[in-house]
């Protein structure tokens, strides 16, 4: 793609040019110019949509796989969420993966370990539970818990529980492309909870309170699970003295109870309360988004597509597209979770915020560096 402007690639084909790309070609080389507007666009291009899963679509097709297919035959029986504009990239937006697991009572998966980090975000059920390390967590509706990169670990629904569904969040695909992906499965199929039920949330799970232990030297969180309860707490106590900002309402990252960061290395995870009637300002970020509608029904606004979504509905937000968000309700609030890549944007230096202005459209309001410009080194 040729651009008439000064520092911009802008070389007309000639036979004499087209004969020397030839040569170059089969030397196994090329020339930078032909390619390079598009390998440097002057801002991020996504070639994912704005895309919205409606849970009362997804469900019965996730409970169809239960009869369908067994666990076992299946390591992990996920209906996976594609979006339209990345068919065969198994990707929901950007580099990120997400699906719907369903398991009935008395179902497991097999314990396996990958390089990839994993999330989920419980959606219906009773009497889950993840393993994580030989730490094993139960699992209520809207609760969140982490598996990251290098543990092993396996999920179930116990025999007297309830079939349930909830998502999973991989950052395999990134990984992937990275190539730097590994895989095993545990030798004992499903591996032994070595330390008492709940240990997790028992020690790490706050408030504000970390206990004197061995130093946790992993790179994520030693808190797994995140439970409903206590977070749509803190949603409301913050709502009650603070505003929240106008792009997201009251919007609380999950964070690492040791670093106050997030709680993976490439995974960040975020919940939001949306105020009755609450309509945000758009802004957009670099990164890619994720959402899980946990209570209310509202729309949201990406790159001028609107998407109405209610609780359990799944919606993505590409990277640098302008979203807004609206909660239709004049007395409840809406509550959305989401996770996002923006870790892995941080740590590279490449995160980047604008907010759009009425008057004279984006403005840049933050612009976060991890590394100082090169001339101050
Ligand atoms: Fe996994």
Same mark, same amino acid.
């Given at each position: 793609?040729?651009?008439?402007?000064?520092?911009?690639?802008?070389?007309?084909?000639?036979?004499?040019? #087209?004969?020397?790309? +030839?040569?170059?070609?089969? !030397?196994?080389?090329?020339? *930078?110019? %032909?390619?390079?507007?598009?390998?440097? &666009?002057?801002?991020?291009?996504?070639?994912?949509?704005?895309?919205?899963?409606?849970?009362?679509?997804?469900?019965?097709?996730?409970?169809?796989?239960?009869?369908?297919?067994?666990?076992?035959?299946?390591?992990?029986?996920?209906?996976?969420? #594609?979006?339209?504009? +990345?068919?065969?990239?198994? !990707?929901?937006?950007?580099? *990120?993966? %997400?699906?719907?697991?369903?398991?009935? &009572?008395?179902?497991?998966?097999?314990?396996?370990?990958?390089?990839?980090?994993?999330?989920?975000?419980?959606?219906?059920?009773?009497?889950?539970?993840?393993?994580?390390?030989?730490?094993?967590?139960?699992?209520?509706?809207?609760?969140?818990?982490?598996?990251?990169?290098?543990?092993?670990?396996?999920?179930?629904?116990?025999?007297?529980?309830?079939?349930?569904?909830?998502?999973?969040?991989?950052?395999?695909?990134?990984?992937?492309?990275?190539?730097?992906?590994?895989?095993?499965?545990?030798?004992?199929?499903?591996?032994?909870?070595?330390?008492?039920?709940?240990?997790?949330?028992?020690?790490?799970?706050?408030?504000?309170?970390?206990?004197?232990?061995?130093?946790?030297?992993?790179?994520?969180?030693?808190?797994?699970?995140?439970?409903?309860?206590?977070?749509?707490?803190?949603?409301?106590?913050?709502?009650?003295?603070?505003?929240?900002?106008?792009?997201?309402?009251?919007?609380?990252?999950?964070?690492?109870?040791?670093?106050?960061?997030?709680?993976?290395?490439?995974?960040?995870?975020?919940?939001?309360?949306?105020?009755?009637?609450?309509?945000?300002?758009?802004?957009?970020?670099?990164?890619?988004?994720?959402?899980?509608?946990?209570?209310?029904?509202?729309?949201?606004?990406?790159?001028?597509?609107?998407?109405?979504?209610?609780?359990?509905?799944?919606?993505?937000?590409?990277?640098?597209?302008?979203?807004?968000?609206?909660?239709?309700?004049?007395?409840?609030?809406?509550?959305?979770?989401?996770?996002?890549?923006?870790?892995?944007?941080?740590?590279?230096?490449?995160?980047?915020?604008?907010?759009?202005?009425?008057?004279?459209?984006?403005?840049?309001?933050?612009?976060?560096?991890?590394?100082?410009?090169?001339?101050?080194?």
């Amino acid at each position: 793609m040729r651009e008439d402007i000064i520092g911009r690639a802008n070389v007309a084909d000639t036979p004499e040019r #087209e004969a020397y790309y +030839r040569r170059l070609g089969e !030397a196994g080389a090329y020339a *930078l110019w %032909t390619v390079a507007n598009d390998l440097e &666009p002057w801002f991020p291009q996504s070639i994912s949509s704005p895309m919205i899963w409606r849970y009362e679509r997804m469900r019965p097709l996730v409970l169809e796989s239960l009869d369908l297919v067994k666990p076992e035959e299946a390591g992990r029986r996920v209906v996976a969420l #594609e979006n339209p504009t +990345r068919k065969g990239s198994s !990707a929901c937006v950007g580099w *990120l993966y %997400t699906g719907l697991q369903g398991m009935r &009572p008395g179902e497991a998966t097999s314990a396996h370990n990958h390089a990839a980090a994993a999330l989920r975000f419980i959606m219906e059920g009773a009497g889950a539970y993840t393993v994580v390390d030989g730490h094993k967590v139960d699992l209520n509706a809207r609760d969140f818990v982490i598996t990251p990169a290098g543990t092993w670990h396996d999920h179930g629904v116990v025999a007297e529980g309830q079939t349930s569904i909830w998502q999973d969040g991989l950052d395999m695909l990134l990984i992937n492309q990275l190539e730097a992906n590994f895989y095993a499965v545990h030798p004992n199929v499903v591996q032994q909870s070595i330390y008492p039920n709940n240990d997790s949330p028992a020690l790490f799970g706050g408030p504000n309170l970390v206990p004197e232990i061995e130093p946790w030297t992993k790179p994520y969180s030693p808190l797994l699970k995140y439970e409903w309860n206590p977070t749509y707490d803190r949603l409301q106590a913050a709502a009650e003295v603070w505003e929240g900002t106008p792009f997201d309402g009251v919007m609380m990252q999950y964070t690492n109870p040791l670093t106050g960061g997030p709680v993976m290395p490439t995974l960040g995870a975020y919940i939001q309360m949306l105020r009755p009637g609450q309509h945000t300002r758009a802004h957009r970020q670099t990164g890619s988004s994720v959402y899980n509608v946990a209570k209310g029904a509202g729309y949201t606004v990406v790159d001028g597509v609107r998407m109405d979504w209610k609780e359990r509905d799944i919606f993505v937000v590409p990277p640098w597209a302008a979203h807004e968000h609206v909660n239709l309700s004049p007395s409840e609030d809406a509550v959305l979770f989401s996770f996002t890549d923006r870790p892995v944007m941080t740590a590279l230096g490449l995160y980047r915020e604008e907010a759009y202005a009425e008057e004279g459209g984006f403005q840049t309001v933050r612009e976060i560096y991890s590394e100082p410009p090169l001339e101050d080194q």
